[in-house]
């Protein structure tokens, strides 16, 4: 009993991490609901939320401005939470019409200042991004291809983690986004995906809708366009990158907030799950987003029922196997943690410990939306900072 048990939670963990993953690429082969793109040149607003972003505003307001996109069709929108340090003044110092500063005043986080920005702002397709990421020439026209096909209400550009000198996380968090993004392909292949990216997300403006200030938009808004009958796409051609956290501590605090937010999103869009109406997309929600986060708990499970197995009951040498597997996954997790502080490069290491703070700030997410109201505002750390 206590060893079916234990290999029930490991199976769990198993599909969580493989088994979907799996299923949706070998079903993506057999059906494929292309996406009908076209060149085409509607009206873009580029909307960078920034909050105290001195030392890089300028740098993406010009990146943007030179986005391979016809100049009368684009303009920059920089939507500052009540920055307190030169933000606004740089953006102001900025000679060029094509770039408005909205401030919002009371820092209301960041997904606040989108709401109040969209009510002044009228171009027909909207993309968010943030002032630390890095696009690609060619990303905006590769994400507006995508809304030549009336069904697509939203389109979500790839992500590519640069990995900085000295990061510990930097290649963990690039294999979890290029296996995340083989999932996001199968996804639009059979229809939607379940969410996007935070710092490349186009949309059309009329499909908005307001949300609630400690609602992250990254989640919550692909799951309401769904429920209005839209699309959700993965356009691979649209890059966008950012560099990867340097420590763990960084990973730790920005994964705890982004699962925390998915969770309070899911709870807001909670009619989704309905299985009788939103059938494909209630399964992916619970392969994908809802048994990732519930991996600590199998975890834990596995590890307690397999101990009491073979403390109680057990002589199998599979009780024993496992149990010794489990032990030597967080010796592996320990050691790494120890190299991260000398510095040393131990780049598969790294793979288990960046599974560990992963599933710790799921643990402590559950903890937190069980026990504390989400915040509307966060500080951001930077490249530099000491984690």
Not at 13 to 40: D, Q
Not at 123 to 129: L, P, R
Not at 280 to 309: C, E, M, T, Y
């Amino acid at each position: 009993m206590l060893l079916s048990l234990t290999l029930i939670f490991i199976g769990l963990i198993i599909y969580a991490y493989f088994g979907y993953p799996l299923f949706m690429i070998l079903i993506s082969a057999f059906v494929n609901k292309n996406v009908k793109k076209a060149e085409n040149y509607p009206a873009v607003a580029l909307v960078i939320a920034a909050y105290n972003e001195e030392d890089v505003i300028t740098q993406k307001v010009n990146q943007s401005l030179a986005l391979n996109y016809p100049e009368e069709k684009l303009k920059v929108y920089v939507v500052s939470d009540a920055s307190s340090d030169k933000t606004d003044d740089k953006v102001r110092s900025i000679n060029s019409p094509r770039v408005q500063l909205i401030r919002i005043e009371g820092r209301l986080g960041k997904t606040e200042a989108r709401n109040q920005a969209l009510k002044r702002i009228t171009e027909e397709i909207i993309v968010f991004s943030d002032a630390t990421t890095e696009y690609h020439p060619n990303s905006v026209r590769e994400l507006v291809k995508n809304f030549s096909d009336s069904s697509v209400g939203m389109v979500s550009g790839q992500l590519i983690y640069k990995v900085p000198q000295g990061s510990s996380m930097g290649f963990g968090q690039k294999l979890f986004w290029r296996f995340e993004n083989i999932i996001k392909t199968a996804q639009t292949k059979l229809g939607t995906l379940t969410g996007s990216l935070g710092c490349m997300t186009a949309f059309r403006r009329e499909l908005y809708t307001d949300l609630p200030p400690n609602i992250i938009e990254d989640f919550t808004g692909p799951l309401l366009m769904i429920q209005k009958g839209y699309r959700v796409v993965y356009e691979k051609e649209a890059l966008c990158f950012e560099e990867a956290t340097m420590k763990s501590k960084q990973e730790w605090k920005m994964r705890v907030r982004v699962i925390r937010g998915g969770m309070t999103g899911l709870i807001f869009a909670r009619s989704i799950l309905n299985p009788f109406k939103f059938p494909g997309v209630s399964f992916q929600l619970l392969s994908h987003k809802v048994s990732r986060w519930l991996v600590p708990v199998f975890a834990i499970l596995a590890l307690f029922f397999n101990l009491l197995d073979v403390i109680v009951e057990s002589t199998s040498s599979l009780s024993f196997t496992l149990l010794g597997l489990q032990c030597l996954f967080y010796l592996i997790v320990v050691l790494s943690f120890m190299l991260e502080k000398t510095n040393v490069k131990a780049p598969l290491l790294r793979i288990f410990q960046y599974l560990f703070v992963v599933n710790l700030a799921s643990l402590v997410a559950i903890y937190k939306i069980l026990t504390t109201e989400l915040e509307a505002t966060w500080e951001t750390e930077r490249k530099g900072q000491k984690a």
